[in-house]
């Protein structure tokens, strides 16, 4: 058997269809004024729950509307607020950096103050060897600025190493803290010579270097006592501060001290320096 075909109606013509059928039962609720009548009735159960979604969905649209817009305004002020923190990031590391050449230039100040006998020229570091230690860079000041191999070159607080190579707009700078570095320094509390060696390996353990041959006969030398450039040294001018005194104890002969010093620079952070003109010229070097 055949199945009788189904009738299918498109939904959009069933709606059309009621909605034409709501208006004219509106119109003839008006027009024959049945207020109180059955149509009045249906237009109620009709039309007031179809008003109520139509609101809905319109507050409904308008709210997310008006999110979407607020949502938009924030992205575009969270742009803008970035940007913003970017400039400011950006001012913020440049004053640092300011502030940081500042200290850098007020220490280098101080420190021309404390020995104010010597001329000098201010210097900047621009290379050194592989490492974390500064025990030998390169400066951009040279012949042309009056520096000459043998100079003294100050930082921090104190005493950084010699000039060992010079060019027209460069220095080669060996630090006291080099494995070959010798100095002869002073306890300045009891006037007791000794010897300072640069040695790496203590910088790695303990920030230090070395300090032998003291002859503390009255044991008089302390933990804390300044140790400066000896006036024996042919290279090294006169009273220029090494560091002070960390450890110290009595040599296997009885005659002499050593121990190690922590250091008025700090050789692994340097920027800039200043190399000290003036040479010391008493002949052959003694340390």
């Not at 269809?17 to 009735?41: A, D, E, K, R």
């Not at 025990?135 to 070159?153: E, L, P």
């Amino acid at each position: 058997m055949k199945r009788k075909p189904k009738l299918n109606f498109p939904a959009r013509y069933i709606l059309m269809g009621l909605t034409i059928l709501c208006l004219i039962s509106v119109y003839v609720s008006l027009t024959l004024n049945l207020s109180g009548g059955p149509l009045n009735t249906v237009a109620g159960y009709v039309f007031v729950p179809m008003q109520r979604g139509i609101n809905y969905v319109s507050t409904w649209i308008l709210d997310k509307t008006e999110h979407l817009k607020n949502l938009k305004d924030v992205m575009e002020e969270n742009k803008t607020l970035k940007v913003q923190v970017d400039e400011l990031t950006s001012e913020l590391n440049s004053i640092k950096l300011e502030q940081y050449e500042l200290d850098n230039l007020r220490e280098l100040l101080e420190l021309d103050k404390k020995y104010p006998s010597y001329e000098k020229v201010a210097a900047n570091v621009i290379g050194k060897d592989a490492g974390n230690w500064f025990s030998n860079f390169t400066i951009d000041r040279g012949t042309k600025d009056g520096v000459d191999v043998d100079m003294n070159v100050i930082a921090g607080s104190g005493l950084v190493g010699i000039v060992t190579d010079v060019g027209p707009n460069y220095a080669k700078v060996r630090s006291i803290i080099d494995d070959i570095s010798r100095v002869s320094g002073m306890v300045l509390t009891t006037s007791d010579r000794c010897i300072v060696h640069g040695d790496l390996k203590e910088m790695n353990a303990n920030q230090n270097i070395l300090l032998t041959d003291l002859k503390d006969s009255e044991d008089q030398a302390e933990l804390g006592d300044p140790v400066v450039t000896s006036n024996i040294s042919d290279k090294y001018l006169e009273g220029i501060l090494i560091g002070y005194i960390s450890t110290l104890e009595k040599d296997a002969n009885n005659l002499t001290k050593s121990g190690s010093i922590n250091l008025a620079v700090d050789f692994e952070h340097l920027d800039e320096v200043l190399v000290i003109l003036d040479k010391k010229e008493t002949g052959e070097e003694s340390k």
